[in-house]
C-alpha cells in the first residue's frame, strides 16, 4: 500500500480520532479512579491493575477502528461498507463531540486533583487516603533486650515516657499506650497495626540495660509505604536517658512537622530527676499500676513512696501515688474518703513541684469528681487536656464527670476522643457504650459492646455495661445473663445487686432476698456497700430503706463504687425516687446546688 494512501485511510477511517478519544476516556478513568479508589479503601494493586487494562486495550482500540465501522444499522467491516458513505465521517464527528465533553470533564478533575491539597491543608488537618491524619503516631512497646527479663519495666517506662513527651504536641495524635501495649516491636504488619490504631506513623524500638549503661534503638515507620523516616542508635549512660527520650520526641516531632508549644518544649528540656534509683522505682511503680488490680495498685505505691524517698522532690512519683489513690476505690470497695484524701494530698503536692504535669491533674479532677466537687474536676480536667491533648484518660474521667452530671452531649464528645486516641481500650470501649445507651441508642450501645467483647470476651465491665442496655431495652433475660456473666468472672457487690434485681422483676423474689440478705450480712469488708444495697430495696419497694441506704452512700463518697453507672442525677433505677423531696435534696446536694 502507497504510504500516503495508508495515512489518508488511517483519517478516513476515524484511527486518530479514535487514539485521541481514547487517549481524554483513558485520562478522565484514571483521574477518576485516584479520587474514588482511596475513598473506598481500595489496594494499591487494583490502580495498576486499571493503568495496565488501559494501555492493553489502546492497541485493541485502534484495530478495532480500523477494520470496523459503527453505522445505524450496528457494527460493520470496513469492507462491507462503499467508499462513497459519509458513515465515516459522521462518526468521526460524533467522536469529536464526545472526546471534547470527555476532556472538559477531565480538565475538572484535574484541577480538584491539584485544588485539593491546598484546600485540605487550609481547612483541615492534613489526611491520608483513608481519613487518617498524617500527623498521627503508635509507638508499639519496645523489645527488652537486657539479659535480665525483669528490666521489662524499664523498657515499657521508656516507651511510656517517650509517648507521654510526643503527646504534649497539640498538633500530633498520639495514641494511648492501653492500645499499642496489645502489639509486640516489630510487627509483621505494620500497615494493618496502624490500621487498627487509625495513625499514619509507627515508631518501634529496643531497650538494652546493663548495669548504668543502656543503649535505646528507635526507628519511625510511614505505615501506608513501610517506608523508614528515621532511625537512630543511642548508646548512653543511665544517668542520660532523659536526654534521649527528648531527643528521640523531638526528631520524630520535626521529622512529622509537628509544632512544639512552649509547654512541650518545657517537658523535652526537663530532667524529673536527678536520681537514677528514683526513676527506676517510678518506673517499677508505673509498670504495676498500669495492671489495674488491687495487689498491683498497693505494689505501685509502694514503688512510689520509695521514689519519694531517694527524691522528695520528684513530682511524677507523686503524681503516681494520686494516680493509685484515686483508682483504690473502685478494685478495695472499701469506702474511698480516705483513699480521696491521699490522692488529693499526693496530686497538690505534685502540682506543687510542677504545675504542667497532665496526670496530676487529671490524678486531682478525678479525685474531686469522687468527692462530688464536680465544678472544680472540671477546671481540673480542662487543665490536663490543655496540656496533654492526647492524655485518653484525662478525655474518658472527663466524659464520666459529664455523664454523672446528665451532660450528655459533652460526655459523648470527651468519650469519643478518648476512644479515638485508645481505640482498643476495653474500658474507654465499654464506657462509651455506656454512654449511648444512656441517651437512648440502645442498639448502637448493643453493638457497641460486641465490639468491646470481640477484643477481649471476659471483660466483666462489659458484660455489666450490657446488662444494663439490654435492661433498659426490656430484655430482662439477656440482662440477667449479661450480669451473671460478669459476676462469674469477677463477683462485686453491684453485679451480685444487678442479679438480685433481675430476680425481684421477673418474679423470683426470694432468690432475690437471699442474696440481699447475703451482701448486707457479709463479714467481708465492703460486701455491704450502701449504693448497691440501695438499688436492690428499691426493686423490692422499699424506698424508706433505700433512701437512708443512698444517704449513706453520699457521705461516705461512695456512690462511684458503681462503676461509671453510678449518678444520683442520671442513674434510671432511681427514677421511683424522683419525686421525693428527700431524694431531691440529695440530689441537689451531690451537684453542689445548695447553698
Not at 183 to 211: C, M, T
Not at 293 to 310: C, H, M, P, S, V
Not at 312 to 328: E, H, I, K, R, T
Amino acid at each position: 500500500m502507497n504510504p500516503r494512501n495508508f495515512f489518508a485511510e488511517l483519517k478516513r477511517r476515524n484511527v486518530y480520532k479514535v487514539a485521541v478519544a481514547y487517549a481524554v476516556v483513558a485520562w478522565l478513568l484514571i483521574q477518576a479512579a485516584s479520587i474514588l479508589f482511596p475513598t473506598f479503601e481500595a489496594p494499591v494493586w487494583v490502580m495498576k491493575v486499571l493503568v495496565a487494562v488501559i494501555i492493553l486495550g489502546f492497541p485493541i482500540a485502534l484495530v478495532f477502528s480500523w477494520a470496523f465501522e459503527i453505522t445505524p444499522e450496528g457494527i460493520k467491516r470496513e469492507e462491507d461498507i462503499a467508499p462513497n458513505e459519509s458513515i465515516a465521517r459522521h462518526t468521526g464527528r460524533k467522536i469529536v463531540g464526545i472526546s471534547v465533553v470527555v476532556a472538559v470533564i477531565a480538565a475538572g478533575l484535574f484541577v480538584f486533583q491539584f485544588l485539593r491539597p491546598r484546600l485540605t491543608s487550609a481547612d483541615a488537618p492534613l489526611t491520608t487516603a483513608a481519613g487518617i491524619p498524617d500527623k498521627s503516631i503508635a509507638v508499639l512497646p519496645f523489645d527488652n533486650l537486657s539479659r535480665d527479663p525483669d528490666n521489662i519495666y524499664f523498657s515499657e517506662g521508656i516507651q511510656d515516657e517517650i509517648l507521654t513527651r510526643l503527646a504534649k504536641s497539640a498538633e500530633l495524635k498520639v495514641v494511648s499506650r492501653t492500645s499499642t501495649e496489645r502489639f509486640k516491636s516489630s510487627p509483621s504488619s505494620v500497615h494493618e497495626i496502624a490500621q487498627e490504631l487509625g495513625v499514619a506513623n509507627i515508631l518501634e524500638g529496643s531497650v538494652q540495660k546493663e548495669n548504668n549503661e543502656v543503649r535505646v534503638n528507635v526507628q519511625l515507620i510511614k505505615a501506608a509505604t513501610d517506608a523508614h523516616l528515621w532511625a537512630e542508635t543511642y548508646d548512653r549512660k543511665l544517668t542520660d536517658i532523659f536526654a534521649v527520650e527528648s531527643e528521640i520526641a523531638r526528631t520524630v516531632a520535626g521529622t512529622l512537622q509537628a509544632k512544639l508549644t512552649g509547654s512541650a518544649e518545657h517537658v523535652l528540656a526537663s530532667r524529673p530527676t536527678e536520681s537514677p534509683e528514683a526513676h527506676q522505682l517510678y518506673l517499677r511503680g508505673r509498670y504495676f499500676w498500669n495492671r489495674r488490680t488491687l495487689a498491683n495498685l498497693k505494689t505501685a505505691i509502694g514503688y512510689f513512696d520509695q521514689a519519694i524517698e531517694r527524691d522528695p522532690s520528684y513530682a511524677l512519683a507523686y503524681a503516681g501515688l494520686a494516680d493509685s489513690y484515686s483508682l483504690m476505690p473502685v478494685y478495695s470497695n472499701n469506702p474511698p474518703k480516705e483513699d480521696i484524701a491521699r490522692a488529693l494530698a499526693a496530686a497538690h503536692r505534685a502540682l506543687e513541684l510542677d504545675d504542667t504535669l497532665a496526670e496530676a491533674h487529671t490524678s486531682l479532677a478525678n479525685a474531686l469528681e469522687v468527692d462530688f466537687q464536680f465544678s472544680a474536676a472540671e477546671q481540673e480536667f480542662k487543665r490536663a487536656i490543655a496540656l496533654n491533648p492526647s492524655y485518653a484518660t484525662a478525655h474518658q474521667w472527663f466524659g464520666e464527670c459529664f455523664q454523672a452530671q446528665g451532660r450528655f452531649a459533652e460526655s459523648l464528645a470527651q468519650l469519643q476522643q478518648a476512644h479515638e486516641l485508645d481505640p482498643l481500650s476495653l474500658i474507654i470501649n465499654s464506657v462509651l457504650g455506656s454512654n449511648l445507651g444512656t441517651v437512648g441508642h440502645l442498639d448502637a450501645a448493643v453493638e457497641q459492646f460486641h465490639k468491646t467483647l470481640e477484643i477481649d470476651s471476659n471483660f466483666g465491665p462489659a458484660h455489666f455495661m450490657l446488662g444494663e442496655v439490654l435492661e433498659a431495652k426490656g430484655d430482662l433475660k439477656g440482662a440477667k445473663a449479661a450480669y451473671e456473666k460478669a459476676a462469674a468472672i469477677g463477683r462485686t457487690p453491684m453485679r451480685e445487686a444487678m442479679i438480685a434485681r433481675m430476680d425481684v422483676m421477673t418474679g423470683q423474689r426470694e432468690e432475690a432476698r437471699k442474696i440481699l440478705d447475703a451482701l448486707t450480712n457479709s463479714p467481708e469488708p465492703g460486701s455491704a456497700q450502701p449504693y448497691p444495697l440501695a438499688l436492690i430495696h428499691l426493686a423490692f419497694g422499699e424506698k424508706e430503706e433505700a433512701l437512708r441506704l443512698l444517704e449513706q452512700a453520699y457521705e461516705e463518697r461512695s456512690i462511684q463504687l458503681a462503676g461509671n453507672t453510678g449518678s444520683l442525677k442520671t442513674d434510671p433505677r432511681l427514677d421511683p425516687l424522683r419525686r421525693d423531696p428527700r431524694f431531691e435534696k440529695l440530689v441537689a446536694e451531690y451537684l453542689g446546688q445548695t447553698k
